[in-house]
C-alpha cells in the first residue's frame, strides 16, 4: 500500500510545471547637476550687445546656471517606465515646446525632459510610448553624456524630444532598426496641428564603434485650412520637413577615439491663403546642412582633451537669425571647440573650454560694437553626475 502511494506520487511530481520566479522590478533613481562661468574675448560681455553663438545651452554671461536633472527609472523583466525632470536654464531651453497645457505659461508639463513606458514583447521587439529625447545626432541634453560642454549648431537646430510611439526592433547582435510615428516636433505634450511626422534608424554597433542613419519627415506646423475662421490673407504654412542624419564613432586606440556626425535638413515652400483660395507657394525649399568632427584622447584617468570641428550651412533663408546670410539668404559658420575634461573623483567633472566661431558674413559686434564675423569665448563648467 505504501508502494502504491508512493508511486502515484511519483507520477504526480512529474507533471508539476516549475514556473521560474520573475526577476524583481528595479526602481533607481539617477540625474546630474551642472552650472558655468562663460566671457567673451572679443566681444560684450554686458549690457543689450551681449555676444554668443547661437547654439543652444552654455550661452548665458559669467557665472550661470545649467541644469538639475532628476531620472527615475522603473525597470522590470518585460516593462519599465521613464520619469526623467529637468529644472534650470538649461532645462527650461530643452523643453522649450512645452508650455502649450498651461496656456502659453510656465507649468508643470515644462520640467518634463522625457516621460514614457515601455514594453519588450520579446527579444526582438520593444515597443515605446510616451515623450523620448530624439534618436538624431550626436549631441544630448544632458551635459554628462557630452565631451564638449556648449553644443554644436547641428544638435542645437535638430529636433530635441519626439512624442509617439516607436519600435525598436534588434535585427542582429550588431544591427538594429527602429521606426516611429510622432507629433510634430518638439510639440511633446500633445498634439494641436492634427498632423504626424514619420522616423526612422538603421543602427550597426560592434566592439570598435557604430553607426546610425536616421530620418524624420512630417509637416511640422500643420494645413492651412479655409474654414477656420481665424484665417486672414497673407497666412502661410511650411511644407513637410525632411531630415536626413548620420552618427558614427569608432575607438582608434584604447586611449583616441574618433566621431562623426552629419546632417541635412529642409522644408518645403509650403503653402499661403490669398484671400479667397490656398495657394501652394514656389521656391525652393529652406533648410541647413552640416557635418562635425570630434576627436578625443584620454591622457590619464583624471583627464581627457578633446576637439570638435563644425561646418554648418544654411540656405534660402533658413535660420537666418542663427548665422550671418547674404542676399540670397545662404551663409556658413565653422566653429572649433576645444574642451578639456578634469575628473574629481567619481562624480564630478571639470570642462575648461575655448571656442571660436567663424561666420561667413557679419554677425557678431566686437568690443566696440563694429560688425564682426568672429567671436571668441572661454567657458569652465562643472558637471556633477549621481
Known amino acids: 500500500m505504501a508502494f502504491l502511494v508512493l508511486g502515484a506520487a511519483n507520477v504526480y511530481a512529474q507533471e508539476v510545471v516549475i514556473v521560474e520566479e520573475e526577476e524583481p522590478s528595479k526602481l533607481t533613481f539617477s540625474g546630474s547637476v551642472d552650472a558655468y562661468f562663460r566671457t567673451n574675448f572679443n566681444g560684450p560681455n554686458k549690457g543689450e550687445n551681449i555676444q554668443a553663438p547661437a547654439s543652444s545651452f552654455g550661452n548665458l554671461p559669467g557665472f550661470s546656471l545649467g541644469m538639475a536633472n532628476i ?90 524630444s519626439h512624442t509617439g510611439l516607436k519600435a525598436d526592433f534588434a535585427l542582429s547582435d550588431k544591427w538594429s532598426l527602429m521606426a516611429a510615428v510622432m507629433n510634430p516636433t518638439d510639440m511633446t505634450e500633445f498634439n494641436l496641428l492634427g498632423t504626424y511626422t514619420l522616423g526612422a534608424q538603421l543602427g550597426y554597433s560592434a566592439d570598435a564603434g557604430s553607426a546610425y542613419l536616421n530620418f524624420v519627415y512630417g509637416d511640422q506646423d500643420g494645413k492651412l485650412d479655409i474654414d477656420s475662421p481665424g484665417l486672414v490673407s497673407g497666412q502661410s504654412s511650411m511644407g513637410s520637413l525632411f531630415q536626413v542624419d548620420l552618427t558614427a564613432g569608432l575607438d582608434l586606440s584604447e586611449t583616441i577615439y574618433l566621431g562623426l556626425n552629419t546632417t541635412y535638413n529642409t522644408t518645403s515652400a509650403g503653402e499661403i491663403y490669398n484671400g479667397s483660395t490656398i495657394d501652394d507657394l514656389d521656391g525652393d525649399g529652406a533648410g541647413f546642412f552640416g557635418v562635425a568632427g570630434y576627436l578625443q584622447a584620454k591622457t590619464s584617468d583624471k583627464f581627457s582633451i578633446g576637439l570638435r570641428g563644425e561646418y554648418f550651412s544654411v540656405f534660402n533663408g533658413g535660420l537666418e537669425d542663427v548665422v550671418g546670410v547674404n542676399a540670397d539668404g545662404d551663409g556658413s559658420v565653422f566653429a572649433t571647440t576645444l574642451s578639456g575634461n578634469v575628473r574629481l573623483g567619481k562624480n564630478l567633472t571639470l570642462i575648461p573650454e575655448l571656442r571660436l566661431d567663424s561666420m561667413s558674413e557679419d554677425f557678431f559686434k566686437d568690443n566696440d560694437l563694429n560688425d564682426s564675423k568672429s567671436l571668441a569665448s572661454f567657458m569652465l563648467a562643472a558637471v556633477f553626475a549621481f
Do not use: C, H
Not at 92 to 112: K, L, T
Open 71 to 160: 531620472i527615475a527609472t522603473y525597470q522590470g523583466e518585460k516593462v519599465g517606465a521613464v520619469a526623467d525632470l529637468v529644472f534650470g536654464p538649461r532645462g527650461e531651453d530643452a523643453v522649450f515646446g512645452s508650455p502649450m497645457y498651461a496656456g502659453g505659461m510656465a507649468g508643470s508639463s515644462q520640467i518634463v525632459n522625457q516621460l514614457y513606458v515601455y514594453w519588450n514583447v520579446n527579444d526582438v521587439v520593444t515597443l515605446t510610448m510616451g515623450n523620448f529625447n530624439t534618436f538624431l545626432g550626436y549631441e544630448v541634453i544632458s551635459p554628462t553624456a557630452n565631451f564638449n560642454y556648449s553644443t554644436s549648431y547641428m544638435f542645437s537646430y535638430g529636433p530635441f
